[in-house]
């Protein structure tokens, strides 16, 4: 793990608390509808990992299984940027049919469920909406039936509502969101929380966060899936459907903003962030950004319970390392860092000019191949005797260290980038 060597990290010595008090949840980590939560057997195999609570995948609708990475899925696994779809593969046929299984399903996972570990139940499907009729009166009764049969919680699924009609989803997302919260919380008993999962592109998810919190949702999970084509250019061919969903690690920053920004305007209710988390330094920025809780969602399918297991346990050990003992003194930790004031922000990308203007090289480890030469626009550096020199032209704009093969460039910039955090503590 990479740490600036300036920073001191205060080790707790006790294994962190990950109880997440705003959702009564043993740990923040939501095994998210997919594959691996379809029907009691699959609810019951994810418990294994012994999530804070696993969404039941709604029924009826019989898509989404199979799985594609790119590089594959050790990169992810191991930080390293890759994306995914669901699209290759035989889709995952459903478990059931009717609503009537469906809750024999909720029944028979919830009395074999460890009582500590919640169940979330999807209700309804976006593209009973596409398809038009009684949809309305139909997801009250899943509300109520499925609060019955032992839902801890009812999920709204807007978050992928479906590509296929993404054209539609620009135009009236929003009024989808007010409409179905409203009717949902009114329709499901009090003790039976409402979850509202949200998209994060083709909209302004703070409005649809806004629309939800004020529609009584008791909870909003901002999650990332986007319409792409990816080509494998050895192979010139496309694994996914063209315009499939995607999904990957280019998600995890994109949604800390969502949630941040969430934050800092007016969303109090508690939120579980959702997309690229395959490590647990993933989830731990969600939950730094502002989210109680963390969906994982394409490493529980591709992964399995061992690798969502790691991450749990990671996340633990990384907490108590760092410094935080609960939940509580993590979640909106890197607010500090995203609320920098302007003059604040400027100061400090001032003081990192200053530092990188100060540059030495190890020439010990310069082995003169020019490459920081090739990249300095300033001409702020030249190869004399097979070693690099600075000039008097350099600015400090830190190119040349982006391209050192050997890491013979120095800087000591790493109190000034931390400065947020420590100057607080
Ligand atoms: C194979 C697969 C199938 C999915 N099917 C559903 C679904 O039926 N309903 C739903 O709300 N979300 C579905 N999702 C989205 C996940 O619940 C979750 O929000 C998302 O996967 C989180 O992003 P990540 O995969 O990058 O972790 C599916 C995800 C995967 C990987
Ligand atoms: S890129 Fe690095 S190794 Fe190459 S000349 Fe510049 S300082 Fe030396
Ligand atoms: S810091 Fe920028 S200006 Fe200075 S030598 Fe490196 S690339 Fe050139």
């Not at 949200?198 to 529609?215: F, H, K, N, P």
């Not at 490493?299 to 003992?325: F, H, R």
């Not at 990249?375 to 391209?403: L, S």
């Amino acid at each position: 793990m990479h740490r600036p060597s300036s920073i001191s990290w205060k080790a707790v010595n006790t294994m962190a608390d990950l109880y997440v008090k705003s959702l009564d949840m043993i740990n923040p980590f939501v095994v998210a509808s997919s594959p691996a939560t379809q029907g009691a057997r699959n609810v019951l195999k994810s418990s294994k990992m012994r999530p804070g609570a696993i969404t039941m995948r709604n029924f009826g609708h019989g898509s989404g299984g199979g799985g594609f990475f790119y590089p594959d899925a050790s990169a992810a696994y191991k930080g390293q940027q890759a994306f995914h779809s669901h699209a290759v593969g035989r889709q995952v046929p459903d478990s059931v049919s009717t609503l009537e299984q469906y809750c024999e399903e909720v029944k028979k996972a919830r009395e074999e469920l460890d009582s500590d570990i919640k169940l979330w139940v999807s209700v309804g499907h976006y593209s009973d909406i596409v398809k038009g009729g009684d949809w309305e009166k139909d997801w009250i009764r899943q509300a109520k039936e499925l609060s019955l049969a032992g839902a801890d919680a009812l999920e709204l699924h807007f978050n992928t509502p479906g590509v296929a009609v993404a054209k539609d989803r620009i135009f009236n997302y929003y009024e989808l969101v007010r409409h179905c919260t409203t009717m949902i919380r009114q329709a499901a008993p009090k003790h039976v929380k409402v979850m509202v999962k949200l998209a994060v592109e083709g909209c302004d998810v703070l409005t649809s966060m806004r629309i939800a919190q004020s529609c009584g949702a008791d909870a909003v999970g901002p999650t990332a899936r986007w319409k792409a084509f990816y080509m494998d250019l050895d192979w010139r061919r496309t694994q996914p459907r063209p315009g499939s969903g995607y999904g990957g690690t280019q998600a995890n920053p994109i949604v800390c903003y969502a949630v941040a920004e969430g934050r800092n305007n007016g969303i109090t209710l508690p939120m579980y962030a959702g997309g690229g988390v395959f490590s647990f330094d993933q989830a731990a920025r969600f939950i730094m950004a502002g989210s109680d809780c963390v969906q994982l969602g394409a490493l529980a399918c591709s992964g399995g319970t061992m690798a969502c297991k790691k991450v749990i346990n990671d996340l633990e050990k990384w907490m108590d390392q760092a410094g935080y003992p609960d939940m509580d003194s993590l979640r909106g930790d890197a607010l500090q860092l995203f609320n920098m004031p302007a003059d604040f922000a400027k100061a400090r990308q001032n003081a990192l000019g200053d530092a990188y203007q100060q540059w030495q090289v190890d020439t010990d480890k310069c082995i003169g191949c020019g490459r920081c030469v090739d990249v300095c626009w300033q001409e702020g550096i030249e190869i004399a005797d097979r070693k690099a020199h600075k000039t008097d032209h350099c600015i400090g704009c830190g190119y040349c260290f982006q391209v050192c093969p050997t890491g013979a460039l120095k800087v000591d910039a790493g109190a000034i980038l931390a400065e947020p955090f420590t100057s607080r503590t």
